[in-house]
């Protein structure tokens, strides 16, 4: 199965540098789901040094996570990942903070290429392999993302070479959606025709004059699509990774999809038992 690498920019971009998860911009509850989705996508999607990574590995940023609480999945991975990036990784790598880093950055690329590249690839990272009855890229699942991403006026910026259905596509695009949550409509971060979208993804020529609720849009998308075929994808990393690292990002990914899909619900939930204005008739 031929992958071809994509050349798609960081999903956030501070100083020319992925935005690693510690980054607490904007309103909350769903700005922070929106950072910890792209920058997983970035990861899934550019590998470990260019997805930003390693980068986060290095700097602590996973004791940061943006998203409180997590659950127990991504506490999990998150506790894992720590770990990983203390004095587990010095034993690993003993020969100084460069050569470790630099020697951890060869190993992970090599994880990542065996995992999602190949040429031989152990976890394929669309959707269509995992659910269509065919198991090929480019089926109906493909086209069923790129729907969903086109009612927002977004598409796959190379869809002949990287499949829309991408694992890490279809997380950047649950995080551009938690993000529309955080701005609202009223915000000058809501896009528009002239402005960037997911940079997973990009504006597409025919942008939608109306565009569904993204919190709605996020929890059919998770129901539909995404939950139904992450946890395959995490228990394949989990049999075929050859760092810990990447067994980790399986769960951590699994566990960010859950965690949005847990606080979209809360918050439905929480509106639909608020108590409604009540309108009495004129003497009563």
């Known amino acids: 199965m031929a992958h071809c690498r994509t ?33 997983l996508g970035q990861v899934f999607l550019n590998g470990p040094v260019d997805g930003g990574l390693v980068r986060a590995l290095r700097e602590g940023l996973f004791a940061e996570w943006p998203v409180t609480p997590a659950g127990t999945t991504t506490r999990q991975a998150l506790e894992m990942l720590r770990d990983l990036a203390g004095p587990a990784a010095e034993a690993v790598y003993p020969d100084g903070d460069d050569a470790r880093w630099n020697a951890l950055a060869q190993d992970l690329e090599r994880d990542h290429a065996q995992l999602f590249v190949g040429p031989e690839i152990a976890v394929p990272p669309w959707e269509s392999v995992w ?22 006026g977004l598409g796959a910026d190379r869809p002949g070479n990287e499949p ?66 992450v946890p395959m994808v995490r228990e394949a990393m989990q049999r075929a990774a050859r760092t810990p690292h990447y067994v980790a ?13 847990a606080d979209i619900h809360a918050l439905r939930a929480a509106k639909a038992v608020a108590p409604a204005a009540i309108t009495r008739p004129s003497g009563a």
């Open 249 to 261: 990002l399986g769960l951590l990914a699994e566990g960010a999809a859950r965690d949005l899909h």
């Open 7 to 39: 050349d798609i920019a960081a999903s956030s971009v501070f100083d020319g540098k992925p935005v690693a998860p510690n980054m607490r911009s904007g309103p909350m509850p769903f700005m922070p789901h929106a950072v910890a989705l792209r920058f």
């Open 164 to 229: 829309d259905d991408h694992l890490g596509r279809e997380l950047g695009f649950l995080g551009h959606l938690a993000g529309l949550a955080a701005s609202g409509p009223e915000s000058p971060e809501f896009p528009s025709s002239e402005s960037p979208s997911s940079p997973e993804l990009a504006t597409s020529t025919g942008f939608p004059t109306f565009m569904p609720d993204p919190l709605d849009a996020a929890r059919a998308f998770l129901d539909d699509r995404l939950l139904m075929w």
């Open 131 to 152: 659910r269509d009855k065919d198991r090929l890229l480019f089926g109906e699942s493909t086209f069923a993302v790129r729907a969903a991403y086109a009612r927002f």
